[in-house]
């Protein structure tokens, strides 16, 4: 259970409140939701919109910096950024000026281009690895190397961690059950075919059950975050992925690691931070500078099996790629974030700020003598509702509250300040100020007044 220490009807006090005040102050907001509700689910262009924790969604008119500005006139410190897909603020300077260039010439041809080999030195450099495959999305990246991974080891099976996410790839909606069995998410829809056939999961820093997993020498690859981000964070214990290299190695898998939210970790990401070796590294959200775009990377010798896995196979489509992949402008944005915007002075501000707010959010909990705690990991951080930190998805889930998580959401946002809605997690870009960390600092004092006011 999670340790908030405040009761139902509290929090239920509390949150009414806040919509009361969030529908006075955004009449813009409201009328357009009305009228959204004959074209869009829920209202929204994307369903996931209407997961916010505000009762309408907050239409925003645009975004510059650590800045959205909403069609009511607010104006708002972003620290959701996109749920990381403006990591390094919206609308960067260079990426601006890279758009306004080569806008005119061309965006998409299915052809090599100089300007990707450009891009594919710009990523050796900075993560390792010497191969590369451009994709759409983070989503697309994942699925398209769970497929490789079957083909050239020859085997069905994978493994993820409980509580992973890994965009909307169909084989890793997957949790573990209290009896330690595998079953289909429920939250999934749609799905007719049984993910548990060739899916396992296991429990992050378990390295016993991952042993289990791997015995029978039939799991093409693990997949995981170096440290989980979408069950809450969950940090890997010393040594543990250290020991994930060594089983895979072991067992004959190949070990691919999801960058997508953990590239705030550094230049180079977890793995470069931490002197990882994995097979394939999967990068998306932030590399295009807010547009779709990503990749992913991997060494030469899965490379020469992959090459050998398609020549061997029939002439045809392989179910790995889309149309618009690699295309001209995407790439010229990717060069342009490697080489001009994801630099090391980017991060050392970003790392300052989100120390920052780590330190203060911590000393406001102490303050009203609740028992949560705030996981940090470079530019990322979360207050999580329970006393110390979760070293699983089991642990990290139960310290979810799903009343008061929104209520307290809402009550950042009616004070100027948007956190990812998923959950209690915030993400500092090199956009944000001291004066911006203060003013989410002050306001969730505020919010946490108000909450015991209520």
């Keep these: 259970m999670p340790q908030t220490l405040i009761s139902a009807d509290r929090i239920a006090r509390f949150h009414a ?45 645009r975004a510059q910096g650590a800045r959205l ?36 010439d061309g965006a998409t041809t299915m052809l090599p281009s100089t300007v990707a080999l450009d891009v594919a030195q710009l990523l050796e450099q900075r993560f390792g690895l010497p191969m590369w495959q451009f994709t759409a999305s983070a989503s697309d990246a994942n699925r398209f190397l769970l497929r490789w991974a079957r083909a050239i080891t020859g085997r069905k099976h994978i493994v993820v961690f409980n509580g992973c996410y890994h965009g909307t790839v169909d084989d890793v909606f997957v949790d573990l059950a209290a009896d330690g069995s595998t079953h289909a998410r429920r939250s999934l829809l749609g799905q007719v075919h049984d993910l548990t056939a060739y899916t396992r999961v296991v429990e992050f820093n378990d390295l016993d059950a991952l042993r289990a997993a791997l015995a029978a020498g039939d799991v093409a690859c693990v997949l995981t975050e170096p440290v989980l981000t979408n069950i809450g964070m969950v940090l890997p214990e010393p040594g543990f992925l250290d020991a994930v290299r060594a089983l895979t190695r072991e067992h004959g898998a190949l070990l691919l690691i999801d960058e997508t939210h953990t590239i705030s970790c550094g230049p180079g990401g977890y793995c470069r931070e931490h002197g990882l070796q994995p097979d394939a590294l999967i990068l998306g959200k932030p590399i295009a500078g807010g547009t779709p ?14 090459q050998a896995a398609k020549s061997a196979a029939p002439p045809g489509h392989s179910g790995i790629g889309t149309t618009l ?10 060069r342009t974030m490697l080489a001009e915007v994801m630099t090391d002075a980017a991060y050392a501000q970003m790392f300052a700020i989100a120390e920052q707010v780590a330190a203060g959010l911590e000393g406001i909990i102490a303050r009203h003598g609740l028992p949560w705690t705030v996981t940090r990991i470079g530019a990322r951080c979360e207050v999580q509702f329970a006393s110390r930190r979760p070293r699983n998805g089991t642990e990290a889930r139960a310290a979810f509250d799903d009343a008061l998580e929104p209520a307290l959401q809402l009550a950042l946002l009616n004070r100027g300040v948007l956190l990812t809605p998923f959950h ?3 993400l500092a870009s090199p956009a944000h100020t001291a004066a911006d960390a203060d003013t989410l600092i002050q306001a969730f004092d505020a919010a946490l007044a108000a909450l015991r006011a209520a």
């Design 325 to 334: 992949s690699a295309g001209l402008l995407t790439l010229r944005l990717m």
């Design 17 to 61: 409140a806040e919509a009361a005040r969030f529908l006075a102050d955004h009449p813009r907001c409201v009328a357009l939701h009305a009228q959204a509700q004959r074209h869009f689910l829920f209202g929204v262009p994307l369903h996931w919109m209407a997961d916010a924790p505000s009762p309408v969604p907050l239409y925003v008119d």
């Design 424 to 426: 209690n997690m915030l």
């Design 69 to 104: 500005f909403d069609v009511d006139g607010h104006e708002i410190i972003d620290f959701c950024l996109g749920d990381t897909g403006a990591m390094f603020g919206h609308s960067p300077g260079p990426i601006a000026r890279a758009l306004a260039q080569h806008g005119g």
């Design 293 to 306: 775009g990503a990749a992913y990377g991997f060494t030469a010798e899965v490379g020469a099996r992959m």
